[in-house]
């Protein structure tokens, strides 16, 4: 039996998901990694929500024991018993005054009605006068559930589903990107593990370069779940979806942000650069979800306590050194299992490449295919005939080159033909070379 379903069966006992049984020292590894993740995670105490629906239920008559006042909590969400949003985490947050993108939680006010019908052995006339009472009370406390979270860390992944779809209004349209996504109203994302979407945003444009160009620049960190309060990184935490008009849209954080401090010779007060990627969604691109970069830049006199530098000097579980490879561009950090170096680059051809660039842009040349830069790197290039045409080391290098044009500062022009030194025929990309020089990555 799906425990998370919305039924009035009587709950036997919590054994989560029967099916998974044969499978337990799979699921027993993938919960004790799931409890070190979410230990770091300072959780929410329901505490005084359910106070305060013990008082307000009192206040028109109705005795409600704690235990049950917990059970319409989760209720109002959708999920059946308390005690498992309990043993597995499910995370219970508030969005507090500096709200983003799908910061409202979305109610199941039907299945409310039920559970305090049962519950409190109420008529129905009374059960949906006290469903309004324990959604007013929600609403106050600015609670929700943080499907970023339950998207984005890994130990959830055998249950994930079951729990989306409890999240899922049986009424009205999603208002949660994840949501949308778990149900299959959105199509899948490109990436969920952590490893992956850091990836997916070291090459994307934003101000002044690319992640890539600020990493390796000056000391940066990730920022693992920061806290949704943090005006500046909440984005990291949006979670939204609009239906209407004649096609949906959609914006998804990625759980993380990136921060890095920097002075100004002007003043020498502490600033930092804070970059949040997010994930948007238009149906009609070739590629539906598409990174966006939100670039901000705070000076810590001004940011909330604690700053950043009170956060840095206790070593916030969360925040990770990040670097980058000067050779193949990978995002990485030494202190981080999941993002562990995983290449095993010998040399610098990310800095060579910009130099190449470089001494065409001084020469007033403004063009160059994938192979006149292979030719430069390599000394030569000649054509493989025994090579596929899209393994051959002209493609690869090609793809790399395209992924990572705004490192470069470059722009794809046009496939055209080309021989090698031999007289082979290939085709080969043309690139136009961006007029400013671009700051060579640090090995």
């Known amino acids: 039996m799906d425990l998370f379903a919305p039924t009035l069966q009587t709950i036997p006992d919590f054994n989560f998901f029967s099916r998974h049984a044969s499978g337990s020292g799979s699921i027993n590894r993938r919960i004790v990694l799931h409890e070190k993740i979410m230990s770091s995670i300072k959780k929410l105490d329901l505490k ?13 008559g109705v005795v409600l024991k704690a235990t049950h006042s917990y059970q319409l909590i989760s209720a109002a969400f959708g999920l059946w018993a308390h005690e498992l949003t309990q043993k597995y985490d499910i995370p219970f947050d508030t969005y507090g005054h500096e ?71 049986p009424i009205f349209p999603p208002i949660h990107a994840s949501v949308a996504i778990a149900n299959g109203d959105l199509p899948p994302i490109p990436a969920t593990n952590l490893r992956d979407r850091v990836q997916m945003v070291g090459p994307k444009n934003m101000m002044g370069g690319t992640l890539h160009n600020l ?9 693992i779940f920061p806290p949704a309060d943090l005006k500046e990184a909440a984005y990291a935490y949006a979670d939204r979806i609009i239906t209407e008009g004649p096609q949906p849209t959609a914006e998804l954080g990625l759980g993380f942000c990136v921060v890095q401090p920097f002075k100004l010779s002007a003043d020498e007060a502490q600033r930092y650069t804070i970059i949040t990627p ?50 193949c561009l990978a995002l990485y950090s030494d202190d981080l299992p999941e993002l562990k170096r995983s ?101």
């Open 343 to 443: 290449c095993s680059c010998i040399g610098s051809d990310v800095a060579d490449i910009h130099t190449i660039l470089n001494d065409w842009r001084a020469a007033g040349r403004f063009e160059i295919t994938t192979i006149q830069m292979l030719e430069c790197l390599k000394g030569e290039y000649q054509v493989n005939r025994d090579t596929p045409v899209n393994e051959s080391k002209n493609a690869a290098f090609g793809r790399f080159l395209r992924k990572n044009e705004a490192t470069f500062g470059i722009r794809h022009l046009t496939e055209e033909s080309a021989k090698d030194k031999n007289g082979r025929k290939t085709t080969t990309a043309k690139w136009i070379i961006g007029r400013k020089p671009i700051q060579v990555l640090l090995s």
């Open 278 to 327: 997010i994930l948007d969604y238009r149906k009609n691109r070739r590629s539906p979800w598409d990174v966006t970069m939100l670039s901000s830049s705070k000076l810590e006199s001004l940011t909330p306590r604690p700053w950043f530098s009170d956060i840095m000097e206790r070593g916030d579980d969360n925040i990770y050194e990040l670097k980058v490879c000067p050779n």
């Open 215 to 223: 990493v390796a620049r000056a000391k940066s960190y990730l920022w």
């Open 48 to 60: 005084p929500i359910s106070k305060t629906l013990i008082t307000e239920f009192g206040n028109d």
């Open 99 to 169: 709200t983003f993108p799908g910061a409202q939680p979305q109610f199941n006010e039907r299945f409310l009605i039920e559970r305090v019908t049962q519950l409190c052995q109420l008529d129905e006339w009374k059960a949906q006068h006290m469903t309004q009472v324990v959604l007013d009370v929600l609403k106050r406390a600015k609670l929700r559930i943080n499907g970023i979270k339950i998207l984005f860390i890994s130990a959830n992944e055998d249950h994930r589903i079951s729990i989306f779809k409890a999240l899922k209004n």
